[in-house]
């Protein structure tokens, strides 16, 4: 570890780190040079604090401080995506109202991915058996008012039964309790009370929204995914301390410590752990926003963004420099109703494994080698090929990662290729390169997803990539989509842990209140928003921002009168009366059109409905400043380290293809293809007919050459 603190004048040192399948990449800012310095670490699996704090360690030697400089760390955790992704759910009790006991059976009519080639489908394992589920008399309706009063004695025998059953984690979901939380709030104390070692999520804390199937999925989810989170949680913020004491910090100042939240803010460990579903998508969130503020930093307003990791690629829309939200969202089988940056994931990763389906055709992923065995040419064990191992046997990534720190063994991806190959029956280089089209095909399906389901055109868009293995296939999908180009940041297998220091303190909070806007309650919705904001004043308050400082965003969910589901639209700051109605329900119309084709703007027989009113504090940090490059002598061959075959494809064979260091790279440069990119923790692979040029940021922007672009054309 590093030494303890020395004599002098400490520095202010800011830590993002975010932990993937493979590597915990690691980038810290000193607040005062505005100085950057990234670095990465192998991921561990078994305890992934070890790497946590192993990365912490690293980039401080690199900057040669100690604990004693650190003055915030912001994290990026799975913890509670790989426990949901890997099922991996202990039991749990459920508490809801009387006559409901199989609300999570009933669930909704929707079939996840159609019926497939079977005539039946059956629903999945609920998250809570029918044994375990238990009700309570008495109710409210849908506005709030008290129609039962509440059973207090069955509450207490359904906690007791819990407790009997040794059922320590508890959801709670009462019937419109997003109107009025009383019944749950006593339902919470009885619990207390009668069984005070459970662990208890509420769901007019959790969500306090409407529809009782999501409330009561999101609610349970937060409940499982919450013992979890508070270990692991702890466990950082401990070793943190030790950590920081050793170098010299005195015991009486804790660093701060944050956690990334699936909003695109942060908000402290000590609060995180109250609400540990918000934290599901935490890593992937990250990596959108730092990626949103380099491109739009670099001139580009309209951004999908790829990253890249060991296990899967993220992917996102940024428009004007934000990150597309949704509360539709789902990680695994399990949905949860909460606002998230709205990423898709497809499990097509470095170590995502490629087999053969009993059809006898070629698939790849989405089970991944991950970082423990790894593919073949970890030399860990690994015995199936991996997109990792195609692209190290046609020589389109160095045979090592990291600039040299971890070997790579490009005869055990050959052998195990071989092998693969003649199974299919085809040759190794056209068994590798179809692996990676493939690889390819799968991330352009997911970007199309986000796009068309908005009504964009993806062929309006540059792209941003980034993570370890988020450039390799950049060109290909230049082809496939039509995209504008692609721009590839500084440090991309970093970008997710830099995002991590342009983050915000986000506080998120939401209330039913369903209304036709002819006859509105204007008050009514001023009332509601001014109660939402003051329960975001008090979290920013908590987080330490003083009063000034804090922001507040309003939106709302409308929709024309019998439909399902809601579009979200901002309503402006000011006094909240007709005409500021009016101009929220006009920006539904333009929404609902360009998401769907048409409105029915001055149609009275189809009235638009607001539903669910949302306010999000916002606590602002000072982000990091992005600084221009100075150009040099435009003669690219100074960073030239050699030339290597690369195969680009297979029907071509190996190209004599020139490698440059990134690094000896600079604005102004231009590298023409075929060439290879190299750099610390990422490769970018041009293939044939694609330009490289480097912009004043040091961003890498690839584009399809114009000369053959026009020759295609002609």
């Known amino acids: 570890m590093t030494p303890a603190a020395t004599a002098g004048p400490r520095r202010r040192i800011r830590i993002g780190i975010d932990t993937g399948g493979t590597f915990t990449d690691v980038v810290a800012l000193d607040e005062e040079s505005g100085e950057l310095v990234t670095t990465k670490t192998p991921s561990t699996p078994a305890d992934p604090a070890d790497g946590f704090m192993n ?64 005539y039946f489908w059956v629903k999945p394992d609920r998250i809570v058996p029918v044994d375990l589920v238990h009700t309570v008399g008495g109710r409210f309706d849908y506005k709030g008012n008290e129609v039962r ?47 005070p070692d459970a662990i208890v999520s509420i769901s007019s804390e959790v969500l306090r929204e409407y529809r009782e199937y999501e409330r009561s999925m999101t609610t349970l989810v937060d409940a499982a995914v919450k013992p979890r989170v508070a270990r692991y949680v702890s466990g950082i913020r401990r070793r943190l301390d030790e950590f920081t004491a050793a170098g010299g910090t005195d015991a009486a100042r804790r660093v701060p410590f944050a956690i990334m939240k699936s ?73 949860s109703k909460i606002p998230m940056i709205d990423v898709v994931t497809v499990g097509a990763g470095g170590g995502s494994i490629a ?18 065995p790894g593919p073949l040419c970890y030399g860990k064990g690994g015995t199936e090929p991996t997109i990792t191992d195609a692209h190290v046997l046609l020589g389109r990534i160095p045979p090592h990662l990291l600039g040299g720190e971890i070997p790579l063994d490009v005869d055990a991806a050959r052998e195990g290729l071989t092998k693969f190959a003649a199974e299919l029956g085809i040759g190794v280089e056209q068994c590798a390169t179809g692996i990676l089209e493939i690889s390819a095909w799968n991330q352009a399906n997911a970007l199309r997803q986000i796009t068309v389901k908005r009504g964009l055109d993806v062929r309006d868009f540059t792209m941003a990539t980034f993570g370890g293995s988020g450039s390799l296939l950049l060109c290909r999908l230049i082809d496939i989509l039509g995209l504008a180009g692609v721009i590839v940041p500084r440090d991309p297998g970093n970008v997710s842990a830099f995002g991590l220091l342009t983050v915000d303190v986000r506080c998120d909070y939401v209330q039913t209140a369903v209304g036709g806007h002819p006859d509105l309650d204007h008050p009514k919705v001023a009332g509601i928003y001014a109660e939402l904001a003051g329960k975001a004043g008090e979290a920013l308050d908590k987080e330490g921002f003083a009063a000034e400082d804090h922001r507040y965003v309003r939106t709302a969910d409308l929709r024309y009168f019998g439909q399902a589901f809601e579009v979200r639209v901002p309503v402006p700051d000011g006094p909240f009366d007709a005409a500021l109605a009016d101009t929220v329900a006009e920006a539904f119309h333009a929404a609902h059109e360009q998401l769907y084709g048409y409105n029915f703007r001055g149609d009275a027989s189809q009235p638009v409905e607001w539903v669910n009113l949302r306010v999000t504090g916002v606590g602002p940090i000072r982000r990091p400043e992005l600084r221009e490059l100075p150009g040099r002598d435009g003669d690219v061959e100074r960073a030239r380290t050699g030339t290597r075959p690369v195969c680009f494809v297979d029907r071509d064979g190996y190209l004599d293809t020139a490698v440059y260091a990134r690094a000896e790279l600079a604005p102004g440069d231009l590298v023409r293809g075929p060439a290879i990119i190299e750099e610390f923790g990422s490769t970018i692979p041009i293939h044939p007919g694609f330009d490289a040029r480097v912009d004043t940021y040091g961003n890498v922007v690839v584009t399809r050459d114009a000369a053959d672009t026009a020759s295609k054309g002609a």
């Open 55 to 118: 990365g912490i360690d690293k980039v401080l030697g690199l900057l040669g401080c100690t604990g004693a400089d650190v003055t915030a760390v912001a994290h990026g955790t799975t913890v509670a995506t790989n426990q949901l992704l890997e099922d991996k759910i202990d039991r749990l009790g459920f508490i809801t109202t009387e006559g409901y006991e199989y609300i999570l059976e009933i669930a909704r009519q929707a079939v996840p991915d159609g019926y497939g080639n079977s």
């Open 149 to 195: 009063p509440f059973d207090e004695e069955g509450a207490r025998t359904a906690a007791r039964r819990l407790r009997e059953q040794g059922i320590a984690t508890i959801g709670v979901c009462l019937l419109h309790s997003y109107a009025n939380p009383a019944h749950e709030l006593r339902m919470r104390e009885i619990l207390r009370e009668e069984h």
């Open 263 to 335: 909003n695109g803010g942060v908000l402290s460990a000590e609060e995180v752990v109250h609400q540990p579903i918000t934290t599901v998508l935490s890593g992937p969130a990250a990596g959108a926003l730092g990626a949103a503020l380099i491109a739009e930093k670099a001139g580009f307003d309209k951004v999908l963004t790829c990253d890249g990791g060991g296990t899967s690629t993220d992917v996102s829309v940024v428009l004007s420099g934000e990150p597309t939200l949704t509360t539709e969202g789902s990680i695994g089988r399990y949905p």
């Open 355 to 372: 087999w053969i389906s009993p059809e006898g055709t070629l698939k790849v992923g989405p089970r991944s080698a991950g970082a423990d």
